[in-house]
């Protein structure tokens, strides 16, 4: 079967790769593009350690087929921080130890970023309710909603 | 395995009628990437029907609204004018999942799968949702309930697919409401669902009602005999009663793991009445 050609844009800038049609986005963005911020962790779009947003909405990649992302803008962890500028939500996650193993980090500073873009003042239900599919087992999960807390309340003061 | 994204329904249709093997439709892909992935199936061909115009988009039309096929819960949720008139129809697509999976999931892919779990189902079964189905033969629109026939199995013939749902002009003085009940807050599948819609006069008194369950049953399946009991009535606590017992029987459940059958014949009464108390503070103007 031959691969399929597929233009997108990843973290702003232009990317092109070649896929197999059965290939998630998840695989086309650690395996060839050698963007493995994403993690894998379930595969089913139960866990969302492989959350992106794709023209904007926070996805799992995992459910994404590669060539679905044609002429569409994805963003990953990636982008997150910008060269040695951590994001605000990145530094109040290491401030807050909000992470152990790290493995589900990536996908809910990608999650929170979308929620704070969304909801730049969500109350701590809000803020749980948007995190519930991204599962954490070392934290209790406490750390880390503290840690988007106090980014939203950070990135407000400098707006 | 092929990957299609045609840009016309005319071009989709011809791929899945002229499929030799197995052709699945792609839309949102929350269900049927995961069938994959765990190999229960094995399509030849996956179509995604994204790329066709409509398939993304909400528009208005007869007063009522046709929702494209790939739209998402999301995108449904943040659609003020539809939310406002089927609160109950967007609250139950919402309930699917969690905000990545909101990100992707369609009402259309919900109806299609034909889980009488089905959270988006009941609650457009009662608001008299119609499925605009595209084949072969054409084009014709169907009542949502005629769509799954048994768990898994929809009344699609070979080489059609649904292109849109329409949520109709919603009457004056109308509410409809969606309840499930599941052990958690959040993120699970139906023990029991319950979609109600229902119509008030200017008196208070009903004047049409659409009762649907979801869970207790080979599909959802519409209950007149539930809205029957609530018909003339304002909806008094004796009405609330006879909706109840005529919900629980028409509940004809399973054992399984999510809950017993008795359980699920008691909640199906009990959601029905809470579901009825919403629905009717909704026509009664309620936000």
């Known amino acids: 079967m031959s691969k399929i050609h597929v233009t997108t844009k990843i973290n702003g800038d232009t990317q092109e790769y070649l896929c197999d049609p059965e290939e998630t986005l998840l695989d086309v963005l650690r ?15 139960d866990c969302g350690a492989c959350s992106v947003t794709l023209d904007g909405r926070l996805v799992c990649s995992c459910l994404v087929l590669g060539a679905e992302a044609d002429g569409a803008e994805i963003e990953t ?65 406490d750390k880390i909603i503290r840690a988007v807390l106090a980014a939203a309340a950070d990135m407000r003061e400098a707006r | 395995m092929n990957y299609q994204a ?67 819960g999301a995108q449904m949720g943040e659609y ?36 009488p779990a089905a959270d988006s189902v009941p609650a457009m079964v009662a608001a008299g949702a119609q499925a605009r189905i595209v084949g072969p033969e054409g084009v014709r629109d169907v009542a949502v309930e005629d769509v799954p026939v048994s768990p898994g199995k929809t009344s699609l013939k070979p080489g059609e697919l649904v292109a849109s749902i329409y949520l109709p002009a919603r009457p004056a003085r109308t509410g409809d409401a969606y309840l499930r009940f599941i052990p958690r807050t959040e993120m699970d599948i139906a023990v029991v669902g319950c979609g109600i819609c229902l119509t008030l006069d200017e008196s208070g008194t009903c004047t049409a009602a659409r009762v649907a369950l979801g869970a207790v049953a080979p599909t959802v399946i519409l209950v007149p005999e539930a809205a029957e009991a609530i018909i003339g009535t304002k909806l008094d606590d004796a009405a609330m009663q006879a909706l109840a017992a005529a919900a629980s029987a028409a509940a004809k459940p399973i054992d ?32």
């Open chain 2, 256 to 287: 399984d793991k999510r809950g017993t059958a008795e359980y699920r014949v008691h909640m199906a009464g009990v959601l029905a009445r809470r579901a009825a108390a919403i629905a009717k503070s909704r026509a009664e103007g309620a936000k």
């Open chain 1, 77 to 141: 962890i990636e982008g997150m921080a910008h060269g040695e500028q951590l994001h605000p939500l990145q530094r109040h996650f290491i401030d807050h130890a909000a992470l152990q193993c790290g493995i589900c980090t990536p996908g809910i500073l990608v999650a929170a970023k979308s929620l704070l873009e969304k909801n730049p003042d969500p109350t701590e239900e809000e803020a749980r309710y948007w995190l519930a599919g991204n599962l954490c087992r070392c934290t209790g999960y």
């Open chain 1, 31 to 45: 395996d060839r593009l050698g963007l493995t911020g994403s993690k894998e962790g379930c595969g089913t779009g």
């Open chain 2, 80 to 115: 003020e004018a539809l939310s406002a008139a089927w609160p109950g129809v967007v609250e139950a697509a919402g309930l699917i999942g969690s905000t990545q999976i909101q990100g992707r999931a369609t009402m259309a892919g919900n109806l299609c799968n034909a889980s």
């Open chain 2, 6 to 72: 045609p840009l016309s329904l005319d071009a989709a249709v011809d791929i899945l009628a002229g499929a030799s093997g197995e052709c699945r439709v792609l839309a949102g892909g929350t269900d049927l990437l995961v069938r994959m992935h765990s190999d229960m199936v094995d399509p030849e061909t996956v179509l995604d029907i994204k790329r066709i115009d409509g398939m993304r988009s909400i528009t208005e039309e007869d007063g009522g609204w046709r929702i494209g096929a790939a739209v998402s």
